[in-house]
């Protein structure tokens, strides 16, 4: 069974430019969550989308933003990049199918603004 | 609000020793925890979670871990110590259930060093 995919694996941009954060989830799974893992700050939720919809976001800028596609992939767009929006963005997915489902986690995205 | 915490930023141990890796919860309602292990430049990868049940929880690569609900604690525990057991280590702690939010919250991550 394949695993979380995300893409690019690296990416490099300047500030003020956008950058687009692509993810796959493991078949079968209709949540997708994003994370932020930046140094310092630990690990923060940014997005929740289950079924097509927004569900949650966590306590960043509206400039994060993102959508789920009809097979349940996920882009998480960053807009007017700043500098310490550089961090490694983890997505994760899962099945509210069960109670208390793990939440399976990509390779992330390392995002670099210079 | 829901949190767990991490007392400390690194574990040193000894390869063959036995290792702990400490959390505590604060939560409002039955905890979902769960044990994650990152390794440099990856991602997360799923250990072990307790929902309900048996105390002793026992998870993947030898690793396991004891609920105490009198402590409101959640250690990470294996017998013996491998030198590729070195990584980071995130205790979380789910943020409710089929309601508003379903996200995880994390702990500060514990950094274990184990020397050969």
């Known amino acids: 069974e394949a695993g979380v995919t995300q893409s690019p694996t690296h990416l490099i941009k300047t500030r003020g430019q956008q950058a687009t954060l692509r993810c796959s989830p493991i078949s079968g799974h209709t949540s997708v969550y994003w994370y932020q893992q930046a140094l310092g700050l630990g690990l923060q939720f940014l997005l929740w989308y289950d079924e097509g919809e927004e569900r949650n976001r966590g306590n960043f800028p509206p400039r994060f933003s993102g959508r789920q596609f009809p097979n349940y992939s996920s882009e998480l767009n960053v807009n007017a990049l700043e500098l310490e929006d550089s961090a490694l963005y983890l997505c994760?997915?899962?099945?509210?199918?069960?109670?208390?489902?793990?939440?399976?986690f990509g390779p992330g995205t390392r995002l670099t603004v210079l | 609000a829901q949190s767990v915490a991490q007392p400390e930023d690194q574990v040193n141990v000894a390869e063959g020793n036995p290792l702990t890796v400490k959390c505590t919860y604060s939560?409002?309602?039955?905890?979902?925890l769960f044990w994650y292990v990152q390794y440099p430049n990856r991602g997360l990868q799923f250990l072990l979670k307790?929902?309900?049940?048996?105390?002793l929880v026992k998870g993947s690569y030898g690793f396991e871990a004891e609920f105490n609900k009198s402590q409101t604690s959640f250690h990470l525990k294996k017998p013996s110590a491998l030198v590729s057991d070195s990584a980071l280590y995130f205790c979380?702690?789910?943020?409710?259930?089929?309601?508003?939010?379903?996200?995880?919250?994390f702990g500060t991550g514990t950094l274990l060093a184990v020397q050969p």
């Open positions: 979380a702690v789910r943020d409710g259930y089929g309601g508003a939010t379903n996200k995880l919250i």
């Open positions: 939560v409002s309602g039955n905890p979902y």
């Open positions: 994760a997915s899962t099945s509210l199918a069960s109670v208390g489902d793990e939440q399976f």
């Open positions: 307790y929902i309900t049940g048996d105390n």
